[in-house]
């Protein structure tokens, strides 16, 4: 009987917390879903969307430069999903990519031997590992982004750390997301705990709050703006916005990872930029990360 009762007890107790772990990400998921549900409506009919979305548009331009019926994935490629002419001029430059060459040096930085005689190879077995961050670490108690856990692997082998915005790091992320592509790789963010459901909801604030002297937010822009005209270029959407990194943006002239676009965002908010490895940073873009979830990642890219 004691021993009947005993395997009942921790039938429930595993149940339990089976059901706890799902529920962590439920806040997560309903933003997503909306989100989803937002940026589609948005996207179905621009023209008709016209006085809702589009207010610095005439119809006119609507109908004939903005796609119609762009439908969750198809985001992944962000503004080339809706903006027809720059959609052009991407797949003319897709052509021959400026960033093959670093995807191949990625490759040769990733198999490398350090001093030790070990390599990235040793911390990542698999290359394919782009959409499995960031992650919340339980044991660490904070957000680990791709960024972060390169420099833990030089670290920890006695290797000196690198700048986590261009350079060699941007192309060993190039020839992890190139891997992640190829074997089919979706972004698959994980919220397990209660920790790491909050570290999700400090980035989310973040991304919806004013800052700097211009008192703008990442979803001035990126939500209620995406797809609006600034001058001659269409604002890109959250949706799918983490997808394509590490990208090779025109403006910069070689790759660039995720951390540095957002820096350059903080600047062109009237904001000093947050630093690369700070808890502001991978909060962040956890969020902005698990917005893209169930998503194909399709990096590297180009941007301009």
């Not at 008709?48 to 004939?64: G, I």
């Not at 990208?247 to 600047?267: P, S």
């Amino acid at each position: 009987m004691l021993i009947k009762t005993i395997k009942i007890t921790a039938f429930f107790t595993l149940t339990t917390c089976i059901l706890n772990a799902s529920s962590f990400n439920a806040q997560a998921e309903k933003d997503r879903l909306a989100l989803i549900k937002y940026t589609e409506a948005k996207f179905k009919d621009p023209a008709k969307a016209q006085a809702n979305h589009f207010p610095y548009s005439t119809v006119e331009e609507l109908e004939e430069s903005y796609a119609k019926n762009v439908k969750y994935k198809d985001f992944a490629i962000g503004t080339y999903s809706y903006a027809k002419k720059a959609k052009e001029q991407y797949d003319e430059i897709k052509e021959m990519p400026p960033y093959e060459d670093a995807i191949e040096e990625g490759e040769a930085i990733y198999r490398k031997k350090f001093k030790n005689g070990k390599s990235f190879a040793t911390c990542f077995s698999n290359p394919a590992i782009a959409g499995d961050y960031p992650f919340f670490d339980e044991k660490r108690s904070e957000v680990i982004t791709i960024s972060s856990a390169i420099n833990d692997c030089l670290k920890v082998n006695g290797e000196k750390i690198w700048k986590m915005k261009k350079g060699k790091i941007a192309k060993l992320e190039a020839y992890f997301s190139f891997a992640s592509m190829e074997n089919g790789k979706k972004v698959d963010i994980k919220i397990n705990s209660q920790e790491a459901a909050d570290a999700y909801e400090r980035g989310k604030k973040e991304y919806y709050s004013q800052r700097g002297y211009l008192k703008l937010s990442c979803a001035t822009c990126h939500v209620q703006g995406a797809g609006q005209r600034v001058r001659a270029e269409k604002m890109s959407p959250l949706l799918g916005q983490t997808t394509h990194f590490p990208v090779f943006r025109l403006k910069w002239d070689n790759l660039g990872t995720l951390e540095r676009r957002m820096a350059g965002c903080n600047k062109d908010q009237g904001e000093n930029e947050h630093k690369a490895n700070s808890a502001w940073m991978k909060e962040l873009l956890y969020f902005m990360a698990y917005m893209s979830n169930g998503m194909d990642i399709d990096g590297p890219d180009v941007r301009k």
